[in-house]
């Protein structure tokens, strides 16, 4: 018996089953286009950025440890820009419906490496909003920043703006339904070897003689009932018999 599965195999399941393929497959890109454009809510990315600079002094040359110094605050401001002082005062001044962690899930905090630019990036349901949170927040930071670590090296860089036709972040249907279809082929073809698998009966004298590992010396075939000239394989038989006999 053999032991793997021949290409000539492969292809024919594959052709049997080929109409399953197809409609599993479609089925699946069309659920994935449905669901991307009206069961899932857009949402929507804006940011803003801040600068950490030197502080503000009567130098007029920027020093290079004053560098360092702010390379090494700004992992620290990245904690407090999403710490409860600067979010909650947040909340308060645009008077959101959330708590303070609900608005940190949010929000996401970035700076390039030896960068002294910070990114603030906030993600909402709506576009305005997105905006309107990010630019608050930098304001906020900057504002209180003073007063918590007796600091003055923040500005804004550049506010959130938001754009004639903003375009969501998520979700992103083309590759939603990319997935689909290939979750899809891949789960029909899956179930087309699966069912072939399950059907234990015998086609073809190949079939027979892979399955039992000897040759097939002969074959008996079926004979149907010809419908259109109402013969069956009786009526044959007796035409036969009966052309047999001659008068003497």
Known sequence: MRESTSLKEILSTLTKRLLLIVIVTAAATAAGGLISFFALTPVYENSTQILVNQSKNDRKEVQFNDVQTNLQLINTYNVIIKSPAILDEVIKEMGLPMTWQELNDKIS??????????????RDENAETAAHIANTIASVFKTNITSIMNVDNVSILSKAEVLEHPSPVSPKPLLNIAIAFAAGLAGSIGLA?????LDNTIKSEEQLESLLDIPVLGTVSTIANDRKTGKSLHGIQSEKAGSGHFGV
Do not use: R, T
């Not at 905090?109 to 906030?122: A, G, R, T």
């Not at 070897?193 to 698998?197: G, K, P």
């Open 193 to 197: 070897f699966l069912l072939e698998h």
């Open 109 to 122: 905090v970035s700076s390039e490496q030896d960068s002294q630019v910070v990114n603030i990036s906030v």
